[in-house]
């Protein structure tokens, strides 16, 4: 596959993050949005990109920021009708990089308004910090449950989904197709992440049905044979797993050598399939189904015409990382043009939480009380389609339950 050119990385210097460090950022010790836009339709908003340039997440993040760049890019580099000043940082692929690029953001460039990341651990550490700053944040990524609870914030909108989510769509689907005793084995990387994914799993399938569940270390397991053979030992003909990045390209890979994917049903979140990690898992993927909030082939108008742009400008299929920041684009666009004074980072999250339903890459989407969108939900399986391996859409799924 063929990446279009990424922006030159920026480089974050690794600093610790002590609870002292969230606790002293409060409000105009920030910087934050200075509101000195006004209604003055020339002066520029300043968008601050986070997203992962390198470590294990590096793919997702080139992923979310050609979305959003190519949103832009169609757009005369506008939301709104206010040019964009657009600061891209790395949020590498732990915390302490990420929430010290979130506080750049907020202290050397002044942002009015955040959006990207990918891990929830940055998500969780960077919220405050926006939050205190009264500059919202959208993540594109990360669905951290804690942003909906424990951190809930005006300024922190999830554009990709809560956590629990996507488990607890496939675990409905599964406890009305699998037959009664049918047992499912699940695995995911020990982190918040995995632990909420399938969490909501195990919230709507029986569990007696459940033969097992495995947490390998995150970021730090590279051979799954010792998890995999737990698998094969339980007897289970149905696994449930959630991995992205090179975690997903080697557990995908071995769960073939090993022999199980010829006896054992692989369902997963669709990350393990998305993007770069297809074609480096190859065939081992063929037949894989997983649950997502979307995949390219959606009949949507708004789809219809982001796909053929995307696969023009970088060669490949959009995954929806790309979808999700170009959704986000989207929202933005028609929040800041429904400002009519001052651009700050207060009118911007004033305006999200007014902004209602919009058409999007994935059809129909709005953010509830929660501040989290509220989306369809679908099966898709990897199947050979003139003669590559790509992800189909099978289905569209149940999944009202999780608005109500």
Same mark, same amino acid.
């Given at each position: 596959?063929?990446?279009?050119?990424?922006?030159?990385?920026?480089?974050?210097?690794?600093?610790?993050?002590?609870?002292?460090?969230?606790?002293?950022?409060?409000?105009?010790?920030?910087?934050?949005?200075?509101?000195?836009?006004?209604?003055?339709?020339?002066?520029?908003?300043?968008?601050?990109?986070?997203?992962?340039?390198?470590?294990?997440?590096?793919? !997702? %993040?080139? @992923?979310?920021?050609? =979305?959003? $760049?190519?949103?832009?890019?169609?757009? *005369?580099?506008?939301?709104?009708?206010?040019?964009?000043?657009?600061?891209?940082?790395?949020?590498?692929?732990?915390?302490?990089?990420?929430?010290?690029?979130?506080?750049?953001?907020?202290?050397?460039?002044?942002?009015?308004?955040?959006?990207?990341?990918?891990?929830?651990?940055?998500?969780?550490?960077?919220?405050?910090?926006?939050?205190?700053?009264?500059?919202?944040?959208?993540?594109?990524?990360?669905?951290?449950?804690?942003?909906?609870d424990k951190l809930a914030s005006p300024f922190v909108y999830r554009a990709n989904?809560?956590?629990?989510?996507?488990?607890?769509?496939i675990g409905a689907y599964l406890k009305k197709k699998l037959s009664s005793g049918?047992?499912?084995?699940? !695995? %995911?990387? @020990?982190?918040?992440? =995995?632990? $909420?994914?399938?969490?909501?799993?195990? *919230?709507?399938?029986?569990?007696?049905?459940?033969?097992?569940?495995?947490?390998?270390?995150?970021?730090?397991?590279?051979?799954?044979?010792?998890?995999?053979?737990?698998?094969?030992?339980?007897?289970?003909?149905?696994?449930?797993?959630?991995?992205?990045?090179?975690?997903?390209?080697?557990?995908?890979?071995?769960?073939?050598?090993?022999g199980l994917a010829s006896s054992v049903h692989l369902y997963a979140t669709g990350?393990?399939?998305?993007?770069?990690?297809?074609?480096?898992?190859?065939?081992?993927?063929?037949?894989?189904?997983?649950?997502?909030?979307?995949?390219?082939?959606?009949?949507?108008?708004?789809?219809?015409?982001?796909?053929?742009?995307?696969?023009?400008?970088?060669?490949?299929?959009?995954?929806?990382?790309?979808?999700?920041?170009?959704?986000?684009?989207?929202?933005?666009?028609?929040?800041?043009?429904?400002?009519?004074?001052?651009?700050?980072?207060?009118?911007?999250?004033?305006?999200?939480?007014?902004?209602?339903?919009?058409?999007?890459?994935?059809?129909?989407?709005?953010?509830?009380?929660?501040?989290?969108?509220?989306?369809?939900?679908?099966?898709?399986?990897?199947?050979?389609?003139?003669?590559?391996?790509?992800?189909?859409?099978?289905?569209?799924?149940?999944?009202?339950?999780?608005?109500?």
């Amino acid at each position: 596959m063929v990446l279009g050119k990424r922006r030159p990385m920026v480089v974050v210097g690794i600093m610790a993050i002590s609870a002292m460090t969230l606790t002293a950022c409060g409000g105009a010790s920030l910087g934050g949005s200075s509101a000195t836009n006004g209604s003055d339709k020339s002066a520029p908003i300043k968008v601050g990109l986070i997203v992962a340039q390198s470590g294990v997440y590096a793919d !997702i %993040g080139a @992923d979310m920021e050609h =979305g959003f $760049e190519l949103y832009l890019a169609q757009h *005369n580099n506008k939301l709104g009708d206010r040019k964009v000043e657009l600061t891209t940082v790395d949020e590498g692929d732990n915390p302490q990089v990420g929430v010290a690029a979130a506080t750049r953001l907020v202290n050397q460039e002044q942002v009015d308004v955040a959006v990207g990341v990918v891990s929830g651990a940055t998500a969780a550490g960077s919220a405050p910090i926006f939050t205190a700053a009264k500059i919202p944040i959208v993540f594109g990524n990360s669905g951290s449950l804690a942003l909906g609870d424990k951190l809930a914030s005006p300024f922190v909108y999830r554009a990709n989904y809560a956590n629990d989510q996507p488990g607890a769509v496939i675990g409905a689907y599964l406890k009305k197709k699998l037959s009664s005793g049918e047992k499912v084995f699940l !695995i %995911g990387p @020990d982190y918040s992440g =995995g632990h $909420e994914i399938l969490e909501g799993f195990k *919230n709507q399938f029986p569990a007696g049905q459940i033969a097992g569940e495995l947490y390998p270390p995150f970021a730090k397991t590279s051979d799954y044979s010792p998890y995999l053979a737990k698998i094969q030992q339980s007897g289970a003909k149905n696994v449930f797993a959630f991995f992205a990045g090179s975690e997903a390209i080697n557990f995908t890979k071995q769960f073939d050598q090993f022999g199980l994917a010829s006896s054992v049903h692989l369902y997963a979140t669709g990350d393990l399939t998305e993007g770069d990690a297809l074609g480096a898992e190859s065939a081992s993927a063929q037949g894989i189904q997983t649950v997502l909030n979307y995949n390219f082939d959606i009949d949507t108008s708004v789809n219809k015409k982001f796909v053929p742009a995307f696969e023009k400008k970088y060669k490949e299929h959009p995954t929806v990382r790309a979808a999700v920041l170009y959704d986000i684009a989207i929202m933005l666009d028609k929040a800041v043009a429904s400002i009519s004074g001052d651009v700050s980072g207060q009118a911007i999250a004033d305006a999200l939480a007014k902004s209602g339903e919009v058409q999007g890459v994935r059809g129909a989407i709005k953010f509830n009380d929660n501040r989290t969108i509220v989306q369809n939900w679908y099966l898709r399986e990897v199947k050979k389609v003139d003669g590559d391996l790509t992800n189909v859409l099978v289905e569209k799924m149940p999944s009202d339950f999780l608005y109500k």
